[in-house]
């Protein structure tokens, strides 16, 4: 293939014209941030936005994937078409991954309308890759209805997935400690439903109630999101699981000017800034003089704020014409 | 730019429950980098064949110790063609006799490796083989 821009346009149109292979290969180039994926992005990015992107996170092994299997078995038989992209978290080491989120979801295989990617978190923290918010971009604007994003195992800090979401579940289990602490503050903060899963086991219904006394004087006033039970290894509770996540349409969650559609764009826009200042560091000019520029820091004749300063400002006062 | 993971996808086909060597080398060629979609016991071709297009694998890495593989291996190779898949590296593993390794061979198998495989054998085999990687 010629250029990356003609591989881009040549990707995109099979893509959009439903070809399976050229959408995972885009979401190669995204998860690679290659040239090819630039130009994708600008191509796809316009037909975006249509799709309701849920995130589901929780703690490791309360049932985040079995629940995103059984949500896609809901949406099949619904005749509505879904794209999973379930995150694993990489050794910070070696750089290696087990993606085995698709161990519970491997009963679709054939169905061209369910669609599942595995990403490897690459060593962005927060739960997500960097790449991830990308990835949805690229399955929301070839067409799938709903993009659901299953988060690594969380603790309590990578909520990230609230502002790459237009909902954001967070799923507990039963019996994650006498009180409920396994998530407590940042987690359940974030969370627009709540999900207790593992029905079937004891202490469900009591988590569930524990839960709903915490957040009933949230920052959400008195009004804290839903607790729902969920048996996702059997399903029950998942069609009144879907139902909330679908009413979340009607209250304005993928309002283009509500607050969390603009808390995502405020993200991607600070992301691509930071992407572009930061490559423009790189190129063989400012890698330079970045290079004087830590070496004063660190000879502590100059402090990293005013190296910063100069930096930014020969940065923007060179032009290198590397804009494609 | 350090160059990206090899991807690779490993799958036990058929209704083989001896899933000990595929997790052996799933943790191992993590930690020697890799980044290994595990997709679990009783896989049919097709669900390997899908999961590899989706997930854009480099390499496929089947595990059989069932006997199994002279009807499971050709088939999901015949899929992944199917699929256009052709640039992928396809290798086996598990308890597969010599005799069998040139049909398998001929089906589209780039390698197969038996019991007592050291984790760095497989990893350098494929970092040698995979398809290059932008
Ligand atoms: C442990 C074992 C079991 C355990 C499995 C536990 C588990 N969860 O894995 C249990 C007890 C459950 C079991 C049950 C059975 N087993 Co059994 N089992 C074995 C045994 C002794 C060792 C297998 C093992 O775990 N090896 C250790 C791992 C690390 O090695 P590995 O799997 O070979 O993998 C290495 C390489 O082969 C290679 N590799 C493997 N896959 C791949 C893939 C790729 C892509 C690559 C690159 C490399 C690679 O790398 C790995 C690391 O070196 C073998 C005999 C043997 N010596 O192999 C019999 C054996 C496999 N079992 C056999 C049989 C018949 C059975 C049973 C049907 C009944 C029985 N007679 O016991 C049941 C069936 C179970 C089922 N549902 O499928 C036969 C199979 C015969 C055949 N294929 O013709 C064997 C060969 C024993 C024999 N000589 O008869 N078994
Ligand atoms: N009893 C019971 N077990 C469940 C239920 N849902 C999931 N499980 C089991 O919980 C374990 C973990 O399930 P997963 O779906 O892999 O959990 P996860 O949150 O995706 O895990 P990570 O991705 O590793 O963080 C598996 O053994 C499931 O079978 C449920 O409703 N009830
Ligand atoms: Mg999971």
């Known amino acids: 293939m010629g250029s990356p821009a003609e591989a881009a346009a040549e990707l995109c149109s099979t893509a959009l014209a439903g070809d399976r292979r050229s959408l995972a290969r885009l979401l190669t ?92 978190a690459r060593g962005h923290a927060g739960g997500l890759a960097s790449t991830t918010g990308a990835a949805c971009a690229v399955l929301d604007a ?79 006033g008195i009004h804290g999101p839903p607790v729902l039970i969920t048996t996702a290894a059997t399903g029950a509770g998942v069609p009144e699981l879907l139902a909330a996540i679908d009413r979340r349409r009607g209250e304005g969650a993928l309002d283009d000017g509500g607050a969390t559609r603009l808390a995502r764009a405020e993200a991607e826009v600070s992301g691509a800034l930071g992407d572009r200042i930061r490559r423009r560091l790189d190129e063989p000019g400012m890698a330079l003089a970045r290079g004087a520029a830590v070496r004063e820091v660190a000879a502590h004749r100059i402090d990293p704020y005013t190296a910063a300063d100069e930096l930014l400002a020969s940065l923007l006062g060179v032009e290198t014409g590397s804009s494609r | 730019m350090t160059e990206r993971p090899i991807k690779v996808l490993i799958a036990k086909p058929g209704l083989d429950g001896h899933d000990r060597g595929a997790k052996v080398l799933a943790r191992g060629l993590r930690d020697e980098g890799f980044e290994v979609v595990y997709t679990g016991l009783r896989q049919t071709p097709e669900m390997v064949a899908t999961a590899a297009l989706q997930e854009d694998v480099d390499i496929v890495g089947l ?24 640039d992928v590296l396809v290798t086996a593993g598990g308890i597969i006799p010599d005799d069998d390794v040139p049909a398998l061979k001929a089906a589209g198998v780039s390698a197969v490796f038996g019991p007592g495989t050291t984790i760095s054998e ?7 083989n995979a398809r290059p990687r932008e």
């Open chain 1, 29 to 120: 180039a995204v998860e690679n941030r290659t040239l090819v994926a630039e130009g994708a992005l600008r191509r796809l990015y316009p037909l975006a936005g249509r799709a309701h992107l849920v995130g589901i996170t929780g703690p490791p092994g309360a049932g985040k994937s079995t629940l995103v299997a059984a949500l896609v078995g809901h949406l099949r038989a619904a005749g509505r078409t879904v794209a999973v992209v379930a995150v694993d978290p990489s050794s910070p080491i070696t750089g290696g991954a087990i993606l085995g989120d698709r161990v519970r979801m491997q009963a679709y295989a054939g169905d061209r309308d369910v669609f599942i990617r595995s990403m490897a």
């Open chain 2, 122 to 128: 497989v990893a350098s085999y494929f970092r040698a």
């Open chain 1, 142 to 220: 070839v067409g799938f209805e709903i993009v659901m994003i299953e988060t690594v195992g969380t603790g309590q800090s990578e909520v990230e997935v609230a502002a790459a979401a237009d909902t954001t579940v967070v799923l507990e289990a039963p019996e994650m400690g006498d009180e409920v602490q396994a998530i407590k503050a940042g987690l359940l903060e974030v969370a627009d439903l709540v999900v207790v899963n593992k029905g079937d086991r004891p202490g469900a219904q009591r988590t569930a109630s524990q839960l709903r006394a915490m957040l009933g004087g949230g920052r959400r």
């Open chain 2, 63 to 86: 595990s059989i110790l069932s006997g199994a593989h002279m009807t499971l291996v050709p088939r999901i190779c015949q899929l992944l063609q199917a699929e256009g898949l052709a």
